[in-house]
């Protein structure tokens, strides 16, 4: 059997979801992964543990060919389409409509949400119908999530919206494994000195950066580190903030750049959109018996339950507290990080989600 994974944009950070349900789907399956590209490439974080083939990722008039090319290269028996966007759900479902073989439509964030209607007026380029990731074709793929044979999603939230099943983004816990990074030394190929909470992922306003940079900079000697593109955080507004920036950082590197911090936190903030998502982050911190700081929004509470410490979302004197708390109690935060690696290996490895992943395939194929 195989199964094809469609990513909307494999130059972006959405490919890593994708990617994270090839992975899954490869320990049952032969499996390939295919989207359009830009010019600069593919994401810099993209693991090369998955065959992989793109097309240009280009604008209308010119996408029709981009989007026939994916349509002839999407030839599993199942095709698993990551959001609902042209370039992935679009495309499955033509290619559906001319194999016949079943279309699961992965959701990972409430993209209307990220893209809302009330805003196109005022950011045009939002409803820009020659881009193939136009929030317009979101919007309508969005309505015609019953169009596939199955839903899966990234969290409780988005599965109970489009009455789908959850398949957690889970984590690599043998590539994640803490006993394979020297710390120290990760923490000097970085620069980091002194206490150093890391932020991991794409620094979105939803993902509560700034409520987190805000926490920090009440904290003496204590470095807030971000992973960030050029364009990230670079306003005015944020200067005077204790953060350090940190280039993307390949997938081979970063279980040392997760080792070198003292925690990590995860302050989503309770939006539409924070609600509904799931951080995929988390699961790689927990992987590396990382203490963790979170909020109580989305499944945090329920996937960080016994090993991680919880605050009030968007509330920064608490989110101080607990990093605070985490910082001057070593062998708490310690038992703390034991504690989600061991959780993180007996229900969110990639083993584990390929196995909620392959009941949802024999479910369509049946």
């Given amino acids: 059997m195989k199964v094809t994974v469609l990513g909307h944009d494999l130059s972006s950070n959405a490919v890593m979801r994708a990617h994270r349900l090839a992975r899954a789907a490869a320990?049952?399956?032969d499996v390939e992964l295919i989207g359009p590209v830009k010019r600069r490439g593919p994401w810099g974080a993209l693991p090369e543990d998955v065959p992989v083939t793109?097309?240009?990722?280009?604008?209308f008039p010119d996408f029709a060919s981009s989007f026939l090319d994916l349509v002839d290269l999407a030839t599993g028996d199942v095709l698993v389409a990551c959001k609902p966007q042209l370039a992935s759900f679009g495309v499955a479902l033509v290619a559906s409509e001319r194999r016949s073989v079943p279309v699961v439509l992965d959701v990972d964030d409430l993209d209307v949400a990220l893209a809302p209607r009330e805003a196109w007026a005022g950011n045009p380029s939002m409803a820009d119908l020659t881009r193939p990731a136009s929030a317009v074709f979101v919007s309508l793929l969005t309505r015609a999530t019953g169009a596939a044979r199955a839903v899966t999603a990234s969290s409780s939230a988005l599965a109970h919206r489009f009455h789908g099943t959850v398949v957690h983004h889970g984590a690599d816990t043998d590539r994640f494994d803490p006993r394979l990074v020297d710390a120290d030394a990760a923490r000097g190929a970085l620069g980091f000195s002194g206490p150093t909470v890391l932020f991991n992922g794409t620094p979105r306003a939803h993902k509560g950066v700034r409520e987190l940079a805000e926490a920090v900079s009440r904290l003496s000697g204590v470095t807030l580190?971000?992973?960030?593109?050029?364009?990230?955080l670079a306003g005015d507004d944020w200067r005077g903030l204790p953060i350090r920036r940190v280039?993307?950082?390949?997938?081979?590197?970063?279980?040392?750049?997760?080792?070198?911090?003292?925690?990590?936190a995860v302050p989503?903030?309770?939006?539409?959109?924070?609600?509904?998502?799931?951080?995929m982050k988390v699961y790689d911190a927990m992987a590396m018996a990382r203490p963790i700081v979170?909020?109580?929004?989305?499944?945090l509470p329920d996937v960080?339950?016994?090993?991680?410490?919880?605050?009030?979302?968007?509330?920064v004197h608490a989110l101080t507290g607990a990093i605070d708390d985490l910082l001057s109690q070593p062998d708490e935060a310690s038992r703390l990080g034991a504690a989600a690696r061991a959780r993180c290996a007996a229900r969110y490895s990639i083993g584990r989600v390929g196995e909620a992943l392959a009941a949802v395939v024999d479910q369509v194929l049946a």
Avoid at 54 to 59: A, D, F, G, P, Y
Avoid at 225 to 232: H, K, L
Avoid at 268 to 279: F, I, N, S, V, Y
Avoid at 304 to 315: A, K
Wanted: aromatic share 4%.
């Fill in 304 to 315: 960080l339950d016994g090993c991680g410490l919880l605050v009030p979302p968007g509330e």
């Fill in 54 to 59: 793109t097309v240009r990722n280009r604008r």
């Fill in 247 to 264: 280039p993307l950082v390949p997938y081979p590197d970063v279980p040392a750049l997760l080792a070198a911090a003292d925690l990590v």
């Fill in 225 to 232: 580190a971000v992973t960030c593109r050029p364009e990230d």
């Fill in 27 to 29: 320990t049952f399956a």
């Fill in 268 to 279: 989503q903030l309770d939006t539409e959109a924070g609600r509904h998502q799931m951080p």
């Fill in 294 to 299: 979170a909020t109580s929004v989305s499944d």
